[in-house]
């Protein structure tokens, strides 16, 4: 059980995981597909640090929680 | 990069005299060249010529006797002055300062008059030479002329030395009886130039109750070694107890025109101004009135 | 400007070099004379890695002019050992690991061999204060400390 | 009989005759016939576009043999975290645009350095100047200049570390603090300058001896950037004066001198002067630091939060590493059961931060010990208890990063509570501090994206039974050399005289990523000690026939005897049965292979040291002048194989770390170094070195070869937090902001007056 990356295709155990990857890697593809989906990718990445409780990496999971095909 | 020059090498002060006159401003001065060099390689000083009096042998003494007091040649290094046992007896506060200039390398090949010309206001010898109201005797091939270290500094780096001219040798009195001077820089590495340094010398007066003569002076305070004379003034016929120590070394570091640089704030020059200065006068005075 | 005569005296070997007035007696040292064991660490004259004895007394290489070496006699650290008999304080470098990158190690040594000459006894204090110049960045310098007192105790006589 | 014949006994460096002889050759000793000299123009703007380069007056100086710029090269942007593209972004000699005092645009070769020297005012580059930015905190801003294309608001590297619950924990904390701190750079002023010398022949190859502390990476990243076949780059590296994390990482004067050296065909020595070392290579990551912590009352710790801002520089560098170990080291070595890094890693145009020894975890542990001091002193527990209580231990799980095995952190804690309560009162305006810290032994993550295995060695045993080991791994000063000799000698059952060890060639030595992360003990170390049990090996095989034991694993090598464990005086000379051996096949010569890659060992290490350090300091009330009374060390580096190389790293590390912590800082202005030479750079003399005492708690860590473990870095770790905390302690005042220098402490003691005045 998995989340797969929709962009470079890596699995990950839960959407926290897959988000950090996605913002650990940083590359434009990552960026550009986290923009495309009407989210900004460096936003995010603000306001993970400006605010308590991890809400960067949490809205982006969210995301990914729709998003992001799961496999077994 | 060194730029290339005519290596001119002075055995006699004639010979030098007469070097510095044919070359004029086209000429410079190497003796242990511990500064001269650096600036050479860094080009912020290419001479034509440079004339070597390292081994200006005539330059080279320490003499002292009861009247004339104490005359350094010019080409003396320092390691020479910290291990001269005339000095030791007669002027230990100029050993202690030789010995925390720079290190030994530096002593060893580097020479009093070298320092002296150099005109670096954080430099050790200008402070306690002034202190001990000290004086220089330059030359060149027309004249003689002695000038009180305390008019020798003109700014940063410039000294009262005119073209053509040589120091010759350096001048200090006999130390007057019932005084004491007293010297420290304040570092963070040993031996590194002062971030301030300060030179106290107090005179008391027969029943050593009371301050006669005083001279505090600053070092890398201002752009050059200078007195504080407000101080000065404020010691002079009072016993520096607390209450005077704190006005002394307020007045002190008021007197004070320090820089602000990567070292330390100009306000923190201050305050080791004013910390140094309380300490060295508290010091100077005990060994004033212990001194016969 | 014109090449100038000098002659000079190095570990016990005498040489008679044309020379420009400029060259630092470092860069005669090394360049000239192939003696590289004598180092340069700045250009400022402030780490002491060039330091070599000049009439028995410890200069920096880099901030003497090869030309007022004239006449001089010089030792550095390849004139330290008696051939293959190393000299007691190399031995005791040895023995006490004062030395890591080994790049201030011919400094080091030149300075401390002015020292012994200087004093027989010399106490921490002086031989803190007698490499006080000599920067080195990986031993944290008391191995070294530890390794000239030894010498200065008497723990290494000269092997003949 | 003693466990180990060679390891842990006072042995003599094996490069040792050679330094102390002044023979040691480095490669700012290395001249060649028909050696040219090379110099290299840098830009004297943080931020500006390249306009044009003329370089004509320089080619038409006599003695001057080749100019090159950004035009000769083949535009590749290169950088050591080969597997990621966007990390790799820096050119070396830039083609259009320059980020930072120092950024090389051009290089000159010439017949001697003066004439290079000369040739370099000569050239011509017109520049327009862009708006630069320095701070991270300005840097992220919207409308900031933006120094790459591909990192908007200059965001260069995040890393996202979690476990736990930690909002969930916060809420149960009875008490929380939150502080800021600023950690500083530093510059690693390693002796010898970076340098290098590069030949190019005909043959296409080409050759350069260099400063190194990694022949591998440099000849893979020189042969990508200059396309060249990896294996048509030779890197020699024999002797290095120093690395600290400055040398592992492709440099201007390797990249220089191979260029113009390729345009020649004659060799090029490249130089740094100590000015260019400061200015224009790497130095450590500044960090701006915020640290949440929740923990209960009896001081157990629940929570903590931390992120990091870092100031890049210019590019990526080793960057990446550093932001994500100094996450990994701020929780460490304690145990929280909840934590949550973020940390930003921020371009700026100065020169690149990058690795220094430590890698992160001394700004980490400055900020982390300083914190816990404040902590315990408001819920008035002791510091040594309250590290105690946290302390990591044998078979903790950090969650999803590590496990650790072997940990002595107990033990030295009590060590170093013993020696604390010896030096019983002290004086008035002294004060003891103390810092727990631990790190790694190598790392795992291949970013470099290396196919080959982490560390490998070679062992030949000839037939008069000396032993050729050779390695990859690189000896800048560390002592390598001789733990690896130690180590294949224990194994092999002989002397440390019979090994000769070959090292620093990428032609005769197999790969080992190179001397960089506390790598060397514990993996080349694992990769020698394999290859010497395989040759041993194949020695008993021939010796069995001989001894007939009753089965071959009755057989060991001890003092160059081959013999039966259970009757040690039944056997046979290890030189005679190398001398049979080799008869016995065909005259070959022993040969053995070992290797080392970590597998499954969690995200950092696969093993780790621990320590806990106590400094003793005097603080002047009238100055605010520190000086460093004590520093005793309590060290848990598993078995310690080179005891003299211990104590060399331990008290070389001291001196580093405290210059860190209060004389040594890079102060710039719109990006330009002020100090940027010895006289301003401000590094402990002899005469600044307090007493230094260590303890070895030993352990075993079943990872590492005969159970040792990194005894280089770590240690740099403690010294700036326990020295804060003895300023802590001696005067009552933390200060958040490194270095500690004396005028900060003065001001900060002037504060403490006016406001107690106020209050009475």
Same mark, same amino acid.
């Given at each position: 059980m998995g989340y797969k990356c929709p962009v470079c295709e890596k699995t990950w155990l839960d959407t926290m995981e897959l988000a950090r990857h996605m913002f650990g890697t940083g590359d434009q593809a990552h960026k550009d597909w986290v923009n495309s989906k009407g989210l900004n990718f460096v936003e995010l990445l603000l306001i993970q640090t400006m605010e308590p409780g991890n809400k960067g990496y949490k809205t982006l999971a969210e995301l990914l929680e729709k998003e992001a095909e799961k496999v077994d | 990069m060194i730029r290339n020059f005519e290596y001119l090498r002075a055995d006699t002060i004639k010979d030098t005299l007469n070097l510095l006159e044919e070359h004029k401003e086209d000429c410079k001065i190497i003796c242990g060249g511990q500064s001269l060099l650096i600036l050479m390689r860094q080009g912020l000083v290419a001479p034509k010529n440079l004339i070597d009096i390292k081994r200006l042998k005539e330059l080279n003494y320490i003499n002292f006797d009861k009247k004339g007091g104490l005359r350094i040649g010019t080409t003396t290094t320092h390691r020479e002055i910290e291990k001269s046992s005339l000095i030791k007896d007669h002027y230990p506060v100029l050993v202690d300062m030789e010995k925390n200039l720079a290190s030994v390398q530096t002593r060893n090949w580097g020479t009093i008059g070298g320092n002296l010309a150099h005109g670096d206001p954080a430099g050790d010898p200008g402070p306690v030479l002034i202190s001990l109201n000290g004086a220089v005797k330059i030359a060149n091939k027309e004249r003689e002329r002695n000038i009180p270290l305390e008019e020798f500094f003109v700014d940063y780096f410039e000294t009262v030395l005119e073209e053509a001219e040589l120091l010759l040798e350096v001048q200090v009195p006999v130390i007057p009886p019932r005084t004491a001077v007293a010297y420290e820089k304040f570092n963070i590495i040993k031996n590194d130039q002062g971030i301030v340094s300060v030179a106290v010398s107090i005179t008391t007066d027969d029943d050593g109750v009371r301050c006669k003569e005083a001279r505090i002076v600053l070092g890398a305070a201002a752009s050059t070694p200078v007195r504080a004379k407000g101080a000065e003034q404020m010691l002079i016929g009072k016993k520096p107890d607390a209450r005077i120590l704190d006005k002394i070394s307020d007045k002190a570091s008021e007197e004070a025109d320090p820089v602000d640089d990567i070292h330390a704030t100009e306000e923190y020059r201050r305050r080791l101004v004013k910390a140094l200065t309380k300490k060295l006068v508290k010091k100077a005075w005990e060994q004033a009135r212990k001194s016969p | 400007m014109e090449k100038q005569l000098v002659r000079i005296k190095v570990n016990s070997e005498y040489y008679e070099l044309y020379i420009k007035p400029k060259k630092l007696l470092v860069e005669v040292l090394r360049d000239e004379l192939g003696l590289t064991g004598t180092k340069r660490g +700045?250009?400022?004259?402030? +780490? +002491?890695? +060039?330091t070599v004895l000049l009439d028995g007394i410890a200069v920096k290489s880099c901030s003497v002019l090869a030309v007022q070496a004239d006449g001089s006699e010089i030792t550095t650290v390849e004139g330290l050992a008696d051939r293959a008999n190393l000299a007691p304080l190399q031995r005791s470098f040895l023995d006490h690991g004062a030395y890591q990158c080994g790049f201030c190690t011919s400094g080091m040594l030149m300075s401390a061999t002015a020292l012994l000459s200087e004093k027989l006894s010399p106490t921490k204090e002086d031989i803190r204060e007698s490499i006080h110049g000599n920067l080195c960045r990986c031993t944290g310098y008391n191995s070294i400390i530890r390794a000239i007192a030894a010498v200065a105790e008497g723990k290494y006589k000269e092997q003949k | 009989m003693k466990k180990y014949k060679v390891i842990n006994t006072h042995i003599h460096n094996i490069d040792g005759i050679a330094k102390v002889t002044g023979r040691a050759k480095y490669t700012f000793d290395i001249t060649l016939p028909q050696m040219l000299h090379g110099k290299i123009l840098r830009s004297p703007y943080p931020h500006a576009k390249i306009l044009t380069i003329d370089t004509s007056r320089a080619e038409a100086l006599a003695g001057v043999k080749a100019v090159v710029t950004g035009k000769d090269t083949l535009g590749i942007k290169q950088g050591i975290w080969r597997r990621y593209k966007e990390l790799c972004d820096e050119e070396i000699l830039a083609r259009s645009k320059v980020r930072y005092i120092g950024e090389p645009v051009a290089a000159v070769a010439a017949v001697d350095e003066d004439t290079a020297e000369e040739a370099m005012d000569l050239i011509e580059v017109e520049y327009k100047a862009l708006p630069g930015v320095f701070e991270p905190l300005e840097a992220i801003k919207e409308g900031a200049p933006q120094l790459h294309e591909h990192a908007e608001r200059n965001i260069n590297v995040t890393r996202h570390i979690e476990w736990g619950d930690v909002d969930e924990a916060f809420k149960k904390a009875d008490f929380i603090r939150e502080d800021w701190f600023r950690c500083s750079s530093q510059a690693h002023v390693c002796m010898e300058t970076h340098c290098a010398v590069a030949s190019y022949t005909p043959e296409g190859k080409l050759t350069v001896w260099t400063s190194t502390q990694s022949h591998y990476y440099i000849q893979v990243l020189l042969a990508g950037i200059l396309g060249l076949r990896e294996n048509d780059v030779r890197v020699i590296s024999r002797y290095t004066g120093g690395g600290f994390g400055s040398k592992f990482e492709l440099d201007s004067a390797q990249f220089c001198s191979s260029l113009l050296s390729m345009k020649l065909s004659k060799p090029v020595k490249i130089v740094l002067s100590r000015e260019e070392e400061f200015m224009a290579t790497k130095r450590r990551t500044p960090m701006f630091y915020y640290v949440r912590s929740g923990v209960r009352k009896d001081g157990t710790f629940l929570a903590k939060e931390a992120r990091a801002f870092t100031e890049g520089g210019a590019y990526t560098a080793m960057g990446a590493t550093a932001l994500y170990l100094t996450g990994f080291f701020q929780a460490f070595p304690y145990v929280w059961p909840n934590y949550r890094y973020d940390g930003y890693r921020v371009y700026t145009n100065a020169a690149p931060t990058s690795a220094m020894r430590g890698f992160g975890a001394p700004q980490a542990a400055f900020c982390s010990e300083t914190q816990i001091d404040l902590i315990a002193d408001e819920l008035g527990i002791n510091p040594i208890e309250i590290r105690r209580k946290n302390a990591m231990y044998p078979g903790y799980e950090v969650p999803g990063q590590a496990t650790i095995q072997s940990c002595g952190l107990t033990q030295c804690l009590d060590k170093v509570e013993k020696w604390i309560k010896k030096r019983g009162k002290l004086p008035p305006h002294r004060g003891i501090g103390i810092a727990a810290y631990g790190f790694m032994s190598g790392g795992i993550f291949n970013w470099f994206d290396t196919?080959?295995?982490f560390s490998s060695a070679v062992i030949k045993i000839n037939i008069d039974g000396k032993v050729d080991l050779y390695v990859g791994s690189q000896d800048m000063g560390q002592g390598s050399n001789t733990t690896l000799a130690m180590i294949c000698a224990e194994e092999l059952g002989v002397r440390v005289e019979d090994i000769c060890l070959h090292m620093g060639d990428t032609e005769t030595c197999p790969v080992d990523l190179g001397a960089w992360g506390s790598r060397e003990t514990l993996m080349q170390g694992n990769a020698v000690k394999m290859a010497a049990a395989e040759a041993k090996q194949q020695l008993i095989e021939f010796a069995a026939a001989k001894l007939a034991p009753n089965i071959v694993y009755d057989l060991d090598i001890k003092d160059c005897w081959v013999h039966l464990i259970a009757r040690p005086e039944r056997g046979i000379s290890y030189f005679d049965i190398v001398k049979e051996a080799i008869r016995g096949r065909e005259g070959q010569p022993i040969l053995a292979r070992g290797h080392y890659t970590p597998h499954r060992k969690g995200m950092i290490s696969p093993a780790y040291s621990f320590g806990v350090q106590a400094v003793e300091a005097k603080v002047c009330p009238d100055t605010g002048k520190i000086t460093l009374v004590n520093c005793v060390t309590a060290h848990d580096c598993g078995q310690v194989i080179n005891p003299l190389g211990v104590q060399g790293q331990l008290e070389g590390a001291i001196a580093m770390a405290a210059g860190y912590g209060f004389t040594e800082d890079l102060p710039m202005d719109e990006g330009k170094i002020l100090n940027p030479n010895l006289v301003d750079y401000k590094i402990l003399r002899a005469t600044e070195m307090p007493e230094t005492n260590v303890v070895e708690v030993e352990t075993y860590e079943p990872e590492g070869p005969f159970g040792a473990k990194e005894a280089g870095e770590g240690l740099t770790n403690p010294t700036a937090g326990a020295l804060g905390n003895a300023v802590y302690h001696a005067t009552g005042l933390s200060i958040k902001d490194l270095p500690i220098t004396s005028e900060k402490v003065l001001q900060a003691l002037q504060e403490k007056k006016a406001k107690k005045s106020k209050i009475s």
């Open positions: - | - | +700045c250009n400022t004259g402030a +780490c +002491c890695a +060039c | 196919p080959y295995a």
